[in-house]
């Protein structure tokens, strides 16, 4: 199969256009068969759930090429039942698993000349959502829904090395207690966007945001979770109902146990602790991991030992260990890798 001919290497994460997107439609208490489309438009009635009330969820992974050119994806499982988590909260039907991973199988393989050959440093970004497209004017759950996933190719996260990040705590809340926050939902993304545009505008990389009930305690960015690593080289992890449960995090905290031999706490961390770590860093797909040399609270500055040239030794390590296990160089654990093609 023939590659696009496309320069991987200078790509941004940016929205291409590809060949084939797979839809489903639920229907009559029901999901059809479902079908790959050249279509990349959707067609909604006015009155659309999706439109009215935001009734959505996505989710995000990729496909990689590994270094004995197979294409893969990531514990694409765990995307799978976050969804159906997502689904629950927001009153939409379930996307059953197996039909979740048939249907990124068959998007990737439909659109396998767009996945980034290996060494380019590009992945395949994929975007399985659902929305509600039946009307609904009266505050309800729709009766109709759309499940699709699409694909874009997407660049290097870290072109010319990992810049370590400047955060700054946001005098905004992303997510209450007993809220939405640990779903992947659109509209958790929607009331975010106003203090992104802030933090950018006033120079920083990120929000950190804090726990609405007291402020006091760390939560996450507007779409990576905290990973720190303290001055004896263990890993800390803020725990909090209202935190996305990132699994790129999660595979960090088995990589740091049961492959590196490290400590890993999970507990509530207070913003007076920041001042303390060696390392921090921020989890997701899209980077893996990158660095934060310095968290910025209302003009004091919290800095990070590893500093705002490099990542830290510690996050250097995990980083290289998990896209090694991704890229095929290294033996993760079992099931961890879905190969496609
Ligand atoms: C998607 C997301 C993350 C990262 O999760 P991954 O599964 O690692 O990609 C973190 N925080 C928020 C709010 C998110 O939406």
């Known amino acids: 199969m023939e590659k ?11 929205y291409h256009i590809t060949d084939k ?21 959707i067609q909604l009635n006015e009155c659309a759930g999706i439109l009215q009330y935001c009734q959505e969820i996505f989710e995000g992974l990729k496909a990689y090429t590994t270094e004995d050119g197979r294409v893969v994806t990531f514990r694409p499982d765990l995307n ?6 997502s689904a629950k909260r927001l009153e939409m039907p379930a996307f059953p698993k197996e039909r979740f991973l048939d249907a990124i199988d068959k998007v990737v393989t ?16 994929i975007r399985p959502y659902m929305f509600a497209s039946s009307p609904v004017i009266g505050v309800k759950p729709a009766e109709e829904y759309q499940f699709r996933a699409f694909v874009t190719p997407v660049g290097p996260y870290f072109k010319g090395g990992a810049k370590p990040l400047t955060l700054c705590v946001s005098d905004f809340d992303r997510a209450a207690p007993h809220g939405t926050g640990h779903i992947k939902a659109g509209l958790n993304y929607a009331m975010s966007l106003h203090a992104c545009v802030t933090a950018h505008a006033n120079g920083f990389d990120e929000n950190l945001y804090l726990d609405p009930a007291t402020r006091t305690y760390v939560e996450e960015t507007g779409g990576a979770n905290f990973l720190f690593v303290d001055k004896d080289g263990k890993i800390i992890i803020p725990k909090s109902d209202s935190i996305l449960p990132s699994i790129t995090r999660r595979s960090l905290v088995v990589v740091a146990k049961d492959m590196l031999g490290m400590e890993v706490e999970e507990r509530p961390v207070k913003l007076e602790e920041l001042k303390d770590f060696a390392e921090c860093g921020l989890c997701g797909t899209a980077a893996v991991i990158s ?14 030992a590893s500093g705002m040239d490099e990542m830290g030794p510690v996050i250097q390590k995990l980083y290289d260990t998990l896209t090694g296990i991704q890229m095929g160089r290294i033996e993760g654990p079992e099931g961890w890798v879905r190969t496609i093609l």
């Open 4 to 14: 696009k001919n496309i320069d991987w290497a200078n790509l941004g994460f940016g």
């Open 291 to 304: 660095p934060v040399g310095k968290v910025v609270d209302h003009g004091r500055d919290i800095c990070f």
């Open 21 to 41: 997107r797979y839809v489903s439609n639920y229907k009559n208490g029901a999901w059809d068969e479902g079908t790959l489309t050249e279509d990349p438009t």
């Open 80 to 85: 799978a039942e976050r969804m159906i988590d």
């Open 110 to 125: 439909a659109n396998a000349a767009w996945v980034p050959p290996y060494g380019s440093g590009a992945t395949l970004y």
